[in-house]
C-alpha cells in the first residue's frame, strides 16, 4: 500500500482449481502472489487492497462456510475466518462480489492487477469496470489507467525478509537430508522411481507440504535430458544418477542437483568431467555478492567449463575463442541459474534498463552448472558418452557475502563415496 497512489485499489484473484479427470482435482496450489500478500490458501477468493478505506484497507472475498461442501470438500475459513485467522479489515461471501466490487472500484483512478494470468477473472474485472460505467449513472466514475501488479510485487518478492529467509533454509535443510538419503540408499538394480519415492519420503515425514517441482532421477544416459521426468529405467552400476529434486516448506522452495555414482565409486572419466562442474560452481558462487553484476557467475561457468573440456581434448582450440564462438553450448546448454523463492524459477527481473541488475542481500538464487554429453556424440571419445553432471545449490545474498542454504549434502567426490560406503 506504501508504494501505490492515493486514490487507488489492487485486485489479486486467488488461482483457480483444475481438473484432473472427471471430477478430480490437481492438489490445489494458491497464487503466489496472494498467498505472499496475506497467506489466505483457499481456491474461490480475491484479495482487495484499497488504501485509506475508512471501513478497512484490507479486504477478502471468500467462499461461506457451508456444512455440507465442508464435509465433501474441507474445511472453509469463511468471512469470520478471514478476519480472525488472517486480518482482514473486512470480508464478504465471494458470492456477492458482483455486488460490492463495483462499488469500491467506482472513482478510483488506478486499478492494480495482474491482466492476462486468469483470463475468467479478467472478463470479471472488466465486467465490473463497465458496470460502473454503463450503469451507475452519468456521474459515475469508472477506473482511468490499469497497471501491472506484478511490477511492485515481484521486486518485494525479489529480496527476501528474514522471516522468508528462514523458512527457505529450513526448506534448504530438508532437501538436503533427502538427498543424503538417496546417497545411502542408492545401489544397482534399483529403479529410478525408487530413489525418487525415497526422496519424496524424506520431503513429507520432515515437514515439507510437497515436491517443489517434478522431482528428476536420471540414471546414466537419462542425466543428459535436462528435465526428464519418466524416472521408470534401472539403475546400473558403473552408471551415474543425477537428482534434482527440492521440496516446498511453508509455500517456500528450495532446488537442489547431486549427481553420484550408483554404486559409490566414480570411474575416472565421470570424475574428471564431476570435478570440472565443481569448479566452475564454486567459481560462480565466488562472484555472489551485494553490488556484483548477475552475470559475472554465469561467465566464470563458461570459462570454467570451456577450460576444463579443452584440458580433457573433449573441445580443441583456443579457449576464449572457444567461449566466443559458443563451442561449450553442445556440452553446456542452460545459464547457471536462476532467482528462487515462493515459486521454484521464482519472479524478478534479471536485467533492469536492459543492464544486468546487481546483487542485493536478501536475494536467493539457485546455481547449477552442468556438463552433459550425449550418447549420441561420435565427436568425442566413447569413454565420455552418456556422462552427465549437475551440481545445483541455493544460495543467498547476505551483508557481506552469500550463503549456501544447502550446504547439508556433499558435493566432494570423496565426501560423497564416504557417505555411500556408510
Known sequence: MAMMPSNSIAVIAAAPEKIRSK????PYKQNTSLSYLCGFPEPESALVIIPGREQGEFVMFCRDKNLL???????REGPEGAVNRYAADDAFPIDDIDDILPGMLEGKDRVYYAIGKDADFDKHLMDWVNNV??????????PSEFVDLDHLVNEMRLIKTAGEIKLMRRAGEIA????CRAMKLSKPGLYEYQLQ???EHEFMISGASAPAYTSIVGGGKNGCILHYIENR???KSGDLVLIDAGCEYENYASDITRTFPVNGKFTKPQAAIYDIVLAAQAAAIEQIA???EYHLANDATIQVITQGLVDLEILQGDVDALIVQGAYRDFYMHSVG???GMDVHDVGDYKIDNKWRVYEPGMVLTVEPGIYISPDNQNVAPKWRGIAVRIEDDILVTKTGCEDLTSGVPKVRDQIEQLMAG
Request: zero cysteines; charged letters at 25%; aromatic letters at 10%.
Open 133 to 142: 460505467r454503463s450503469l451507475r449513472g452519468g456521474d459515475a466514475m469508472p
Open 290 to 292: 551485494p553490488g556484483l
Open 23 to 26: 471430477d478430480t482435482h490437481y
Open 69 to 75: 461442501r465442508e464435509t465433501w470438500d474441507g474445511y
Open 338 to 340: 536462476h532467482w528462487l
Open 197 to 199: 519415492a525415497e526422496i
Open 233 to 235: 529405467d534401472k539403475l
Open 176 to 179: 538436503a537430508q533427502a538427498h
